[in-house]
């Protein structure tokens, strides 16, 4: 029998952290994060194991929580580099 593992309490935490994003900001982050995380992850694996699109379930508990907490350190990046950007385009230089 498969036991496959969801991390509820990661997904719930990822989620609260996207909360305050628009959709569009969500998708592009999501998506950016998603396809660092598969090329890290297919750099250390073989090439029988190699991943296509981010797994949901994963059969060992270290395997998911690794890759749940890394998500989640990449996703805090990522916003905090998008909001960078958004305050950097407001400052304007007073002469």
Same mark, same amino acid.
């Given at each position: 029998?498969?036991?496959?593992?969801?991390?509820?309490?990661?997904?719930?935490?990822?989620?609260? $952290?996207? *909360? =305050?994003?628009?959709?569009? %900001?969500? +998708?592009?982050?999501? #998506? !950016?994060?998603?396809?660092?995380? $598969?090329? *890290? =992850?297919?750099?250390?694996? %073989?090439? +029988?194991?190699?991943? #296509? !699109?981010?797994?949901?379930?994963?059969?060992?508990?270290?395997?998911?929580?690794?890759?749940?907490?890394?998500?989640?350190?990449?996703?805090?990046?990522?916003?905090?580099?998008?909001?960078?950007?958004?305050?950097?385009?407001?400052?304007?230089?007073?002469?």
């Amino acid at each position: 029998m498969n036991k496959f593992i969801r991390i509820k309490k990661y997904r719930d935490e990822l989620n609260t $952290i996207l *909360s =305050s994003l628009s959709f569009n %900001e969500k +998708k592009y982050i999501l #998506k !950016k994060v998603d396809t660092r995380i $598969i090329k *890290s =992850s297919n750099r250390l694996l %073989e090439d +029988k194991d190699k991943f #296509k !699109k981010l797994p949901n379930k994963f059969k060992d508990e270290k395997t998911a929580n690794i890759m749940h907490l890394g998500r989640i350190i990449f996703v805090r990046h990522e916003i905090d580099e998008l909001y960078k950007a958004k305050r950097s385009k407001n400052i304007r230089v007073v002469k």
